[in-house]
């Protein structure tokens, strides 16, 4: 199983962006899959979670302006009115178990990398 991020680039303050990221390979089932973000100087946190019955998490942080959505492998995020505080490196995470075990169950796609500057 592998996940691969796109979608990241510089943008605006106020501006709005879409993450997305695909699983591919050996899927067997998706429990959830998710956002981090990585800010400069901070440890990665969860931005948003969305869960195989269709449930969402948020950071508080977020509320409001971003939306996490999935269809069958892909996840996206979009993310409306940035501030530079969302400045950061977005990894895409799944909870995903692979039809031959690889030893675990989550699965990190590369960082993408968001900047939002005038």
């Known amino acids: 199983v592998q996940l691969q991020a796109s979608g990241g680039g510089l943008v605006q303050p106020g501006k709005s962006l879409t993450l997305s990221c695909i699983a591919y390979?050996?899927?067997?089932?998706?429990?959830?899959m998710a956002w981090y973000r990585q800010r400069p100087g901070n440890q990665r946190e969860l931005v948003a979670r969305?869960?195989?019955?269709?449930s969402t998490t948020y950071a508080d942080s977020v509320k409001g302006r971003f939306t996490i959505s999935r269809a069958q492998n892909r996840v996206h995020l979009q993310m409306n009115s940035l501030q530079p505080e969302d400045t950061a490196v977005y990894y895409c995470?799944?909870?995903?178990?692979?039809?031959?075990?690889?030893?675990?169950?989550?699965?990190w796609g590369q960082g993408t990398l968001v900047t939002v500057s005038s």
């Open positions: 390979g050996s899927v067997l089932y998706i429990n959830s």
């Open positions: 969305i869960k195989d019955i269709g």
């Open positions: 995470n799944g909870d995903i178990k692979p039809v031959l075990p690889q030893g675990t169950t989550q699965f």
